[in-house]
């Protein structure tokens, strides 16, 4: 990763992608995550210099595609998950952010940090409908209020920056683990991510 001079901060890069500013672009977010970025870069204005996006061809928006595509390590990409589950009739949802090296523990973590019996997938019509975002573009920035953002608390400490969905399969956001933690809303959670196999 690189970073390039963008006013007082620096924009992070990452491989052969023509990074820009994130808040540059709203025609590559989805308009919650427009929205929900406006709002941070308001409160904390070294979000404008630290959030890029980049267009991309929406066939690479899995993780493995794009990077594969364009060499970019694993261990940046963060994947965002839905999870739901029911304690009696009120209904919690958390979106769950790890680590693309692991998976997040759904069936132990999150159930627990629910407090439900059982914790499942939130069906992708769902997940995109109530999102207001595109499948394969879920992003932590823009939930619906109400909605938990779990986050391993590694991404936060271990230096890399977090690739993430910008609510379009178009395109992808970059900004620092550290920054991510800060999000509005943001919970931390240690161990949240799993090995993956």
């Not at 009696?88 to 523990?105: F, L």
């Not at 019509?125 to 986050?151: K, N, Q």
């Not at 920056?161 to 399969?169: D, Y």
Request: aromatic share 2%; hydrophobic share 45%; net charge negative.
């Amino acid at each position: 990763m690189s970073h390039e001079r963008s006013g007082r901060l620096t924009l992070p890069t990452l491989g052969d992608l023509a990074w820009v500013p994130a808040t540059s672009r709203p025609d590559l977010l989805a308009r919650p995550v427009d929205e929900a970025l406006s709002r941070w870069a308001s409160r904390e204005p070294g979000v404008v210099d630290q959030v890029a996006v980049v267009e991309i061809d929406p066939d690479l928006a899995d993780t493995a595609t794009l990077n594969a595509a364009h060499d970019l390590p694993p261990a940046v990409s963060a994947n965002c998950v839905l999870v739901a589950g029911r304690r009696g009739g009120d209904e919690r949802i958390a979106a769950a952010v790890v680590r693309a090296t692991t998976r997040a523990d759904v069936n132990s973590r999150v159930r627990s940090l629910l407090d439900v019996r059982k914790a499942s997938f939130l069906p992708t019509d769902r997940a995109v409908a109530e999102s207001g975002m595109e499948y394969g573009g879920i992003t932590p920035i823009g939930l619906p209020d109400g909605w938990r953002v779990l986050l391993d608390a590694r991404i936060a400490t271990d230096g890399e920056p977090a690739l993430i969905g910008s609510g379009l399969r178009r395109s992808k956001l970059l900004l620092p683990g550290a920054l991510l933690a800060r999000l509005p809303g943001v919970e931390l959670v240690e161990e949240l991510g799993v090995p993956v196999g």
